[in-house]
């Protein structure tokens, strides 16, 4: 499976975007997907994941109840939608898939190319 993520930009801080992830196979819907980010001078981070059928996500701390990941299977599309962006969640975010909902990076083996979002103060 490939992924493509799309959806990042500018927005000021206390604003929203929702990134979107498409796949190109309908096996999507058979894999767990997350999203992480990676910002300048900084490790990759963790930021979401959901299982398969949706029922399981998990969260970082620090975006919990700021972004909400969701899945669409028939569209083989994974969202993030984050509100209440702060300067420090600018970052390169990337999608992912695997086959168990974890929080670190080595636990997935398909990548897409990332897309920046960049919050102003």
């Known amino acids: 499976v490939q992924l493509q993520a799309s959806g990042g930009g500018l927005v000021q801080a206390g604003g929203s975007l929702r990134l979107s992830c498409s796949a190109s196979?309908?096996?999507?819907?058979?894999?767990?997907l997350a999203w992480f980010r990676q910002a300048p001078g900084k490790e990759r981070e963790f930021v979401a994941a959901?299982?398969?059928?949706?029922?399981?996500?998990d969260y970082a701390d620090s975006m919990k109840g700021r972004f909400t990941i969701s899945r669409d299977n028939p569209k083989n599309t994974v969202y993030l939608q984050m509100n209440s962006l702060k300067p420090d969640d600018t970052a390169v975010y990337y999608c992912?898939?695997?086959?168990?909902?974890?929080?670190?990076?080595?636990?997935?083996?398909?990548w897409g190319q990332g897309t920046l979002v960049t919050v102003s103060s």
């Open positions: 959901i299982s398969w059928n949706g029922i399981i996500t």
């Open positions: 992912a898939a695997g086959n168990v909902v974890a929080t670190t990076s080595s636990r997935y083996n398909v």
């Open positions: 196979e309908r096996t999507f819907r058979n894999y767990v």
